[in-house]
Structures are given as C-alpha cells and as structure tokens.
T-cell receptor
Framework: QQQVKQSPQSLIVQKGGISIINCAYENTAFDYFPWYQQFPGKGPALLIAIRPDVSEKKEGRFTISFNKSAKQFSLHIMDSQPGDSATYFCAGVGSQGNLIFGKGTKLSVKP | DTGVSQDPRHKITKRGQNVTFRCDPISEHNRLYWYRQTLGQGPEFLTYFQNEAQLEKSRLLSDRFSAERPKGSFSTLEIQRTEQGDSAMYLC????????????FGAGTRLSVL
C-alpha cells in the first residue's frame, strides 16, 4: 500500500519557469511533510518541510502549499534554474519517525 | 562534522555471498535509519535505532538481513546469502531526537548482486 502518491513522474521546465510537483497522502497520523532533493550518486537532502497546521511555507524560491482537508501538498519552485535539475521526493513522517517517500519526480530544467 | 558517512560506496558480489555495509552517523545524533532505494523509486524504510536499541523493522527486512548499532554510534547492515533482488542503493540517515526531525542522509552504498 503506497501511502504517499507523487506526480508527475517526470517534468521538463524552461529556465525561469515554475515547477510544480504534487503529492497526496493517506495516513492521517503523519505530522511532518518534508521534501527531499536527490542528485545522481548522492543521498537525498532535505529541501523544505511543513507541519499540517500550516497552509504554506516559503523558503527562497521554494514553496510548499498544504491542504489538510484534501490530504494533499505540493512543491513550487519559482524561477527554476538548470541547477535545480534533480529528483524530488515528497514524504510523510511515520509513527516511529521513519520517512514514507513518494516515488519521486525527475525534474529537468532546460536552459 | 563531516555528515553521514557510508562505506563502501559500491559493492559487487555474487549471488549467495554475504555482504556488510557500514554507516557512521553525525556524531551527536541518537537515531539512525536504514533505507533501501531501487531504480526509479523512493527510498523505503528498513529499520531504525535509537542509541543502540533497534526499535522497528520493516516487513522488507527479511531474515537474511541483520542490522546492529553496538555502541550507539556506527551501524552495520549485513545481508546473508544475497539474491539478485537485493541489488539496490542502501541509504543510511541519522537524526537528533528532540531536534527538528531532520534526517540527514549519507551518499549510500550501491549493491550489485550478479
């Protein structure tokens, strides 16, 4: 049973454009929703995170929008740059602190 | 502080052999997690430790897998009688309980079972 569904699987955006990645979760016990960025050959690195009592969080060019009633959240990358090309994972935090990841979105930003 | 370190980075083995991976967490972190990531998928939780105690194991962790964290510092993950289906990236992460719940990941050990 996949507890976090992520879309799209891949995304191509022009430099300067907005990248949007969506996630939906099933487990209402999740109380923390991080986004991780992973480059080839590297481990995932925390990008930004949100708790369900907040509807939006912005850090620089990265914004999480959170809809608790719909059990959905999304990542917006403004002014996308070629250096943002990576795989992005949304996640929920399980009862033991373990991360439940989505399947990932491979983002390519074209110059 | 050099972050989470994993060794080796790559391991090629023949089916049926045993392999062991090591993870050195960030020094003050008391939680350590193991995940497995296959191509095109997100990491999947395997097990975690708080200090030296192994507190949870995923159903993915078959009897051929064993993990230890003997002194609450580094951890090892052993796979016995490896199978081709074990080929994956094995990731280790650490965090500080009572901190910001941030898990910091190592670069992983890529296992290829021939």
């Amino acid at each position: 049973q996949q507890q976090v569904k992520q879309s799209p699987q891949s995304l191509i955006v022009q430099k300067g454009g907005i990248s949007i990645i969506n996630c939906a979760y099933e487990n209402t016990a999740f109380d923390y929703f991080p986004w991780y960025q992973q480059f080839p050959g590297k481990g995932p690195a925390l990008l930004i995170a949100i708790r369900p009592d907040v509807s939006e969080k912005k850090e620089g060019r990265f914004t999480i929008s959170f809809n608790k009633s719909a059990k959905q959240f999304s990542l917006h990358i403004m002014d996308s740059q070629p250096g943002d090309s990576a795989t992005y994972f949304c996640a929920g935090v399980g009862s033991q602190g373990n991360l439940i990841f989505g399947k990932g979105t491979k983002l390519s930003v074209k110059p | 502080d050099t972050g989470v370190s994993q060794d080796p980075r790559h391991k090629i083995t023949k089916r049926g052999q045993n392999v062991t991976f090591r993870c050195d967490p960030i020094s003050e972190h008391n939680r350590l997690y193991w995940y497995r990531q296959t191509l095109g998928q997100g990491p999947e939780f395997l097990t975690y430790f708080q200090n030296e105690a192994q507190l949870e194991k995923s159903r993915l962790l078959s009897d051929r897998f064993s993990a230890e964290r003997p002194k609450g510092s580094f951890s090892t993950l052993e796979i016995q009688r490896t199978e081709q289906g074990d080929s994956a990236m094995y990731l280790c992460a650490s965090s500080l309980v009572g901190g910001k719940d941030i898990q910091y990941f190592g670069a992983g050990t890529r296992l290829s079972v021939l």
